[in-house]
């Protein structure tokens, strides 16, 4: 009976120290993965304060990048909302403000559509955003290439993402895009796991 009393308390005892040692190294991976946690925080954070300052100083330095991107924004807008035909055929004229009479002339996305695309699809396009790739930036003038990412719905099929690639330029003294060579375009699936 006493050898059975003292197997029974070494067996308690051993339980509540594998309990406390549990308890403990549980405790323990909680606070070193609070830890973690808060340092992956704070190197976020950092990251993104970084990544702000980086975009301040290459604003105060670039401008006319800056100024090319925010007329090539309000383009593409105009460009690529499409609510149906008659917008389609509007947008020429909306944009023409932006661009040079020799864009207006040369460019494929001021060209009439005699075919009433948007009419015999039913398609409507919105514009969401770009992704601007500046090549060079002077007083005189800017290049870049521009991927243009447009959103497109037809009746009840899912909805799309078709990017636009284009050559363009911007001359900061006028304030007008001096280029807008569209060199083809990609169409992506909403499911699209590519990007």
């Given amino acids: 009976m006493h050898r059975k009393y003292i197997a029974v308390t070494g067996l308690l005892t051993l339980i509540i120290l594998f309990a406390g040692l549990f308890n403990l190294l549980t405790s323990l991976n909680h606070k070193q993965t609070t830890q973690l946690i808060n340092e992956t925080s704070q190197i976020q954070k950092v990251v993104q304060q970084n990544k702000n ?3 301040q100083v290459f604003a105060s330095k670039q401008p006319n990048v800056s100024a090319a991107t925010t007329q090539l ?4 807008n105009l460009d690529w909302t499409l609510s149906d035909q008659s917008a389609f055929d509007a947008r020429a004229k909306a944009m023409t403000p932006f661009v040079t009479e020799d864009v207006v002339k040369n460019s494929l996305d001021f060209k009439p559509d005699p075919d009433k695309t948007m009419t015999q699809t039913g398609v409507s396009m919105t514009y969401d955003h770009m992704d601007f790739l500046p090549v060079s930036a002077s007083n ?3 290049t870049a290439k521009v991927v243009v990412f447009a959103k497109s719905r037809l009746k009840d099929a ?3 993402t078709t990017r636009y690639v284009y050559d363009v330029s911007y001359n900061p003294k006028n304030n007008k ?5 569209r060199l083809g375009n990609y169409q992506l699936q909403s499911d699209s796991s590519v990007l």
């Fill in 73 to 76: 924004d309000k383009l593409f």
């Fill in 53 to 55: 300052q980086q975009m």
């Fill in 158 to 160: 899912p909805e799309a």
């Fill in 177 to 181: 895009i001096t280029k807008l060579d």
């Fill in 140 to 142: 005189e003038e800017v």
